[in-house]
Nanobody, 115 residues
């Protein structure tokens, strides 16, 4: 079992930056693909970015260049640096851990970007 706890969300203005953190417990994340997803009101949950155990990253096309995912396996933590935030980035951001048939989710941290 992996427990994931996100933090760092909040209310910001357009153009601001935020750094989300996801701390894992219960197991080392070093062998997990770690990801960030988001769900805006009335929309489906979508992939923001993920990072493999060896550090390869993948981003939603629309977010490339503004968002950066990283991981610190020693701290069992994954980060999402979000720059130049836009009102359309408003959503609840969820941390995800995947390995083989196992998938774990955090409770989410809300991000609201005002114009």
């Amino acid at each position: 079992q992996v427990q994931l706890v996100e933090s760092g969300g909040g209310l910001v203005q357009a153009g601001d930056s935020l750094r989300l953190s996801c701390v894992a417990s219960g197991s080392s994340i070093s062998l997990y693909v770690m990801g960030w997803y988001r769900q805006a009101p009335g929309k489906q949950r979508e992939l923001v970015a993920n990072i493999t155990p060896n550090g390869n990253t993948n981003y939603a096309d629309a977010l490339k260049g503004r968002f950066t995912i990283s991981r610190d396996n020693f701290k069992n933590t994954v980060f999402l640096q979000m720059n130049s935030l836009k009102p359309e980035d408003t959503a609840v951001y969820y941390c995800n851990a995947q390995r083989r048939a196992y998938t774990y989710w955090g409770q989410g941290t809300p991000v609201t970007v005002s114009s």
